[in-house]
């Protein structure tokens, strides 16, 4: 009896495991198209700001879940760090770059997902920010999207005069300023005019912003 219910758990996860195997999909990509972006990091005006990349869903706009990562060139193997927000993140290295081994990312099946480069703040806030903390984005977004728009982008891109503050997607709510006044959080985001809030202010906010973007006085999100 006990050898017969020792064979029928191997089987059900045997079968587990296969059936979770047909439910992912491997993303590949060349070190190089990687590093072609994210080298903008390692530059030094703008230390609160850097590139990350997403794979974000075609249908929905949600970040797609990575559930693992490595690189591999013949025999050498390296598997990747996927950290909470599922951002793709690789070691930037000028021998890996001439190396230029496969990187792979496995996602769920049955979904499509495009890469996204998106500009974002190097920290968390927690549920405090002060406008001067927010303010000192700014200019060092400007700096990293002119720096990605080539020197001519300043002709034709605005200025970054407030940022995003992206939660989960199904979250509301409203951030709280000093003054009084309130800003919404809808769909998972609030977009906040820093140069409009007054000296001083802080910011309370019902969670932890999970990422913190540009906004452009021209741009809807």
Not at 15 to 39: C, H
Not at 106 to 113: A, E, F, R
Request: with cysteine.
């Amino acid at each position: 009896m006990a050898k017969n219910t020792f064979l029928l758990a191997a089987c059900a996860a045997a079968l587990l495991s296969a059936s979770t195997q047909t439910l992912a999909q491997n993303i590949e990509m060349r070190y190089s198209n990687l590093f072609g972006k994210l080298k903008h990091n390692v530059e030094s005006s703008h230390p609160d700001v850097k590139i990350a990349l997403y794979l974000i869903e075609q249908q929905t706009g949600k970040t797609c879940v990575v559930h693992k990562g490595w690189m591999q060139k013949e025999e050498h193997y390296e598997e990747l760090v996927i950290p909470a927000d599922n951002a793709l993140v690789i070691p930037l290295d000028n021998n890996l770059r001439q190396a230029n081994p496969d990187v792979t990312f496995v996602i769920d099946d049955d979904i499509v997902c495009d890469l996204s480069m998106q500009v974002i703040a190097t920290h968390s806030f927690g549920k405090s920010v002060t406008k001067a903390e927010l303010a000192g984005l700014l200019p060092q977004m400007d700096t990293m999207l002119s720096d990605l728009g080539g020197m001519f982008s300043s002709w034709f891109m605005p200025e970054v005069s407030g940022v995003v503050m992206h939660f989960e997607q199904t979250q509301s709510g409203l951030i709280e300023v000093s003054d009084k006044s309130t800003i919404a959080i809808q769909d998972g985001k609030a977009v906040v005019h820093v140069k409009d809030l007054p000296e001083n202010a802080v910011l309370t906010l019902p969670y932890p912003a999970d990422k913190v973007t540009p906004w452009l006085a021209k741009s809807s999100s």
